[in-house]
């Protein structure tokens, strides 16, 4: 029934996490109320994010620079760093704005019943840094998980023999927090 330039859009938005049929009829229809400049700059806009967002190659966080905006800055203090489970903590406490240290963004957190072992989550890069950027503290700020849980402790092991405090963020982020969370909050 739909022409067809209108159904493509309306199976392109339910790619979309959460977007079903009838949430992405609605956004298809309100693209077709945009006028040219905005039609344009959310086209070129999915296209750059696919182009142009990698990893940091220091730290793990997304970014569209060779360095993230917090590896590139001389004023964090560099004795601190958080680990967290992905970019997305990264801009959430960056938007709480309540950490000064630096970051290093694992790929996931450890977790067996999903096939997900230590050695699938980026820990080298994480240890390499710890050995060579010489940290007095490490935190762990996972979200409240058995796979935090796990995940932390195995860090911990690994890290046990080394003059390096550890903590780990008392309540963490609340499950499910993101971005609208913390705009609620803010
Ligand atoms: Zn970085």
New binding site residues.
């Given amino acids: 029934m739909y022409p067809d330039s209108i159904k493509e859009l309306i199976e392109s938005f339910k790619f979309l996490p959460g977007i079903g049929e009838k949430t992405a009829e609605r956004l298809a229809f309100s693209v077709l109320e945009m006028d040219e400049d905005q039609v344009e700059l959310f086209s070129s806009s999915l296209k750059d994010v696919y182009t142009n967002v990698h990893k ?1 190659k ?4 997304l ?1 569209d620079q060779d ?2 905006f ?2 590139s800055d001389t004023l964090r203090d560099d004795n601190i760093l958080c680990v967290v489970e992905d970019s997305k903590s990264v801009f959430l406490f960056e938007k709480l704005g309540v950490f000064s240290g630096k ?1 290093h963004v694992l790929d996931g957190l450890i977790s067996p019943l999903d096939g997900i072992n230590p050695e699938d989550i980026g820990l080298s890069n994480l240890l390499d840094r710890i050995h060579n950027e010489k940290f007095e503290e490490i935190i762990f700020a996972f979200k409240p998980s058995i796979e935090g849980e796990t995940t932390a402790l195995y860090i911990k092991k690994i890290l046990e023999d080394l003059d390096i405090k550890i903590t780990r963020l008392a309540s963490g982020v609340p499950i499910g927090a993101d971005m609208e969370y913390v705009d609620s909050l803010t």
């Fill in positions: 940091c220091n730290c793990n966080t970014t360095l993230c917090v590896c970051y």
